[in-house]
């Protein structure tokens, strides 16, 4: 449920800042298969990748957690 949740908020900081799965995956460097396992929930980041995530989308890790 954890999960879940971190990915909706993620998918959409990232659609608001308009970045496609694909883009958002290179300029992390990770697969766009991990982003959207992320996404959907299937897999939560990792504290590094999160900090990448919210220096990526220009956001804070706290407007990142789920509420």
Do not use: C
């Amino acid at each position: 449920m954890e999960a879940e949740r971190w990915g909706k908020r993620i998918r959409a900081f990232r659609k608001l800042k308009g970045y496609t799965q694909e883009s958002f995956a290179k300029h992390l460097g990770i697969s766009v298969s991990i982003l959207g396992e992320i996404e959907r929930g299937n897999r939560l980041p990792t504290d590094q990748l999160l900090q990448t995530i919210a220096e990526r989308l220009n956001v804070s890790i706290d407007e990142l957690t789920p509420k």
